[in-house]
């Protein structure tokens, strides 16, 4: 079981920064590839970065790259998403997710945290 929690969400104004955290609970932490996902009100939960348990792997959607970093942090068990130039458009509620391979979408992902509140304002 792995428990995940996140953090660090809020009320920015557009051109904005904020960094996401998610604490994960479990010794495995390094064994999974760690996932952020985001849910705006009526829309599908969509990706917005993954990365490997090593830290070496990492993928992104194209509407963050270069806006976006996930990195982790192994022996703090924590997992990051900083998140610069922020748009009114990446308003959305946060997810962090756990699963053994890294995915891009999120039906592999097992783990999931409550979620946390990124809004943008313009």
């Known amino acids: 079981q792995v428990q995940l929690v996140e953090s660090g969400g809020g009320l920015v104004q557009a051109g904005g920064s904020l960094r996401l955290s998610c604490a994960a609970s479990?010794?495995?932490?390094?064994?999974?590839?760690m996932g952020w996902f985001r849910q705006a009100p009526g829309k599908e939960r969509a990706f917005v970065a993954t990365i490997s348990g090593s830290g070496d792997v990492t993928y992104y959607a194209d509407y963050v790259k270069g806006r976006f970093t996930i990195s982790r942090d192994n022996a703090k068990n924590t997992v990051y998403l900083q998140m610069n130039s922020l748009k009114p458009e990446d308003t959305a509620v946060y997810y962090c997710?756990?699963?053994?391979?890294?995915?891009?979408?999120?039906?592999?992902?097992?783990?999931w945290g409550q979620g946390t509140q990124v809004t943008v304002s313009s």
């Open positions: 479990g010794r495995t932490f390094s064994s999974y590839a």
């Open positions: 997710a756990a699963n053994l391979l890294i995915a891009t979408t999120p039906r592999p992902y097992d783990y």
